[in-house]
């Protein structure tokens, strides 16, 4: 049996026939040409001297005074100098460095099925950038924001201007239907709702003329039919495609008054938040990124809508909103980079840094759970969602969740059930985080799409905070999006009759039975704030395997000491040196390695390219130190992993 046929079979089992359907008659509509008779309207520009599209209102502006006293004049200083970035023609991509904003393709273009049908199209439209994102993501306008931001709150036109240039040459150059900017839908609805926001923003500004908006008004109902045609993909997705399409549907449909995209959009979106965000909050994509962009789509709509949320979307809502706040480091307002990140930020409403979540955070417990951060320049997001201060108002110290925390470090233990496309390889991984530091962290995920080693190398176990067996991955990559042979984990938190403990977990992972092999992990913190991970590899069987336990540690000065039990690594963070010590019970055939940017540093081993990295942002990354304890034995074997902290 071929392996693409294996591989369709498996596909089928785990995900069932539907998606398969779905995109089946996905590819049929590109491959009969019905895509580009349904789509294919923006060869010439329009030449009416009036929107023929009447539309209304969504939304109030926030008052000036209130943004300010919010912001603070830092916070006014910190977005005014992002605004005069973008007047200079660049703006931050992914939360990175300034970046040209390029809206030009130098190749005539073609209807935007044409890219779907011919790679090399598509890399022609992109080059010399080494993936699509960076073409598609400054076509999303979410710069749009800073420059509506900064025009709002200081009344001047240079920002409206900036905003307007930008978008009549992408209006001009990049008609509807031609060019890779319309054929993915779920950019397609991401651009809209940037201008629905910008419409309102700049509306009442001196640059804004009438022809100018009436064609922002087109473009919006332009790119609104874009959708419809083709959500049979979105949904086969049944992942953020579908949510972003399904948002943007029912703004549409409110903006023009159109109750069939209005009917079509809430219908989708609700089963979409329903059916997409588990029983524990956690959303299908496994992601701590995606996560944020779901609640940002959910605050826009909830911002927006004219219904009430049915009680399963509430209620979603509610369990997802409280999943991202139990995962908030309070000192840093980051979360551990859990699955893919690939940058996105669709709503980005706040000073700050990209990954700090606190203003997603902030609005989603407003809005959802009725509770509040303390109060801080994070709240401009929630201002402008009209979103009030709750009664309730805690920190992420003080949050009730299932995930450990003593009083200056707090862990997470990552064990989760699979139902749809998961991000990562990752299971039983944990992150560890300091006074704000993240100790042992998640590699994240650079590029999706670049030449090997780098097509997506970091979803793979053996970068992540737990056990690899074999060199093997926790389950089976069959491309650089899709993940089979899913195996869950399961965790659960263990009374301890010590009274010196503060929190423990246990856990295991199903993955590796068909190896005859249980992966069972408990993590513990003491009133010392010593952290204990133990890692018990029990086999049913007398055959020999290499168990390899790997930590991401900062890219700090370091020293390692190996002893007759293990070895301990020491690394010189801005508070004092932090230690590591690794035992195993196995004596005999040990091998401790240190990887640093790909590069071997301590031991003996071949490095793997792609070790010794993490990328925080996509399309960067930076050296960080890969730890590596590695065994072969027949037999159980247990690993003893202890962080201490100094005082």
């Known amino acids: 049996m071929s392996s693409r046929i294996l591989t369709g079979l498996k596909f089928a089992h785990q995900f069932g026939f539907r998606p398969l359907v779905q995109y089946a008659c996905y590819q049929l509509g590109l491959r009969t040409g019905y895509y580009r008779w349904r789509t294919e309207t923006g060869r010439r520009t329009s030449t009416r001297r009036s929107s023929p ?48 904003i390029r809206l030009l393709l130098a190749a005539p273009l073609q209807h935007w099925t044409a890219y779907e049908a011919r790679p090399e199209l598509l890399q022609a439209a992109f080059a010399p950038e080494p993936d699509i994102k960076f073409l598609w993501e400054p076509a999303r306008f979410g710069w749009a924001f800073v420059l509506g931001r900064a025009h709002h709150l200081t009344g001047e036109d240079r920002y409206a201007e900036a905003f307007w240039r930008n978008f009549e040459t992408f209006h001009e150059r990049n008609p509807a239907g031609m060019g890779p900017h319309w054929m993915n839908g779920q950019e397609v609805a991401i651009r809209m709702i940037a201008f629905v926001w910008a419409a309102h923003v700049f509306q009442e500004a001196s640059s804004t ?64 938040t329903q059916k997409q965000i588990g029983e524990y909050g956690e959303y299908i994509q496994h ?46 307002g980051r979360t551990p980079n859990l699955g893919s990140n690939d940058g996105a930020l669709i709503l980005p409403m706040n000073v700050g840094t990209f990954d700090d979540f606190r203003p997603t955070i902030q609005a989603a417990s407003r809005a959802f759970l009725r509770n509040s951060l303390p109060q801080g320049v994070w709240d401009e997001m929630s201002v402008w969602l009209g979103l009030r201060s709750a009664a309730r108002v805690t920190d992420s110290n003080a949050y009730l969740t299932d995930n450990l925390r003593a009083k200056n470090s707090w862990g997470y233990l990552r064990a989760s059930s699979f139902r749809s496309r998961l991000g990562h390889m990752d299971q039983l991984h944990f992150d560890l985080w300091w006074r704000g530091l993240n100790m042992a962290q998640d590699a994240g995920t650079y590029l999706y799409n670049a030449d090997p080693p780098w097509d997506n190398a970091l979803v793979t176990t053996r970068v992540h905070n737990t056990v690899t067996i074999d060199g093997r991955d926790q389950m089976t990559r069959s491309g650089r999006f899709l993940v089979l042979d899913w195996g869950n984990a399961f965790a659960r938190p263990i009374i301890e009759s010590d009274d010196r403990i503060l929190h423990k ?84 055939s040990r091998h401790i390695s240190l990887v640093k940017a790909g590069e071997l540093i301590h031991g003996q081993r071949e490095a793997l390219p792609w070790e010794g990295w993490v990328s925080r942002r996509y399309g960067e990354k930076s050296p960080a130190l890969s730890f590596a304890f590695e065994v072969t034995s027949p037999y159980h074997t247990v690993f003893i992993s202890e962080f201490s902290f100094p005082p």
Request: glycine residues 4%; aromatic residues 12%.
């Open 287 to 332: 992601s701590a990124n995606y996560h944020r962009l779901m609640l940002h789509l959910a605050l826009w709509v909830h911002f927006i809508k004219q219904e009430p949320f049915p009680a399963g979307t509430s209620q979603a809502l509610a369990r997802s909103s409280h999943w991202l706040f139990s995962l908030l480091d309070n000192e840093s």
């Open 209 to 272: 003329t009438r022809e100018r908006f009436d064609r922002l008004i087109e473009s919006i109902h332009a790119h609104a039919q874009r959708i419809p045609p083709t959500l049979v993909y979105a949904r086969a997705q049944n992942n953020n495609h579908l949510l972003s399409e399904s948002a943007a549907l029912y703004t549409a449909g409110l903006y023009f008054e159109k109750p069939k995209w209005r009917r079509l959009g809430w219908k989708w979106f609700q089963r979409s």
């Open 505 to 588: 977990i246990r856990s295991y992972y199903t993955g590796y039975r068909r190896m005859g092999i249980r992966h069972e992990r408990t993590v513990a913190v003491d009133k010392q704030e010593t952290w204990r991970i133990e890692d018990r590899l029990v086999s049913r069987r007398r055959t020999p395997h290499k168990y390899l336990l790997h930590w991401l540690l900062p890219d700090w000065e370091w020293t390692i000491e190996e002893n007759t039990a293990g070895a301990v690594i020491k690394v010189k963070s801005p508070y004092g040196w932090v230690a590591l010590s690794v035992n195993c019970s196995m004596e005999e």
């Open 53 to 100: 599209f009447v539309h209304r209102p969504l939304f109030a502006l926030p008052a000036r005074d209130q943004l300010l006293n919010t912001m603070g004049e830092a916070g006014k200083a910190e977005l005014l100098a992002e605004a005069e970035e973008i007047l200079s023609g660049k703006f931050r991509m992914f939360g990175g460095e300034p970046r040209e």
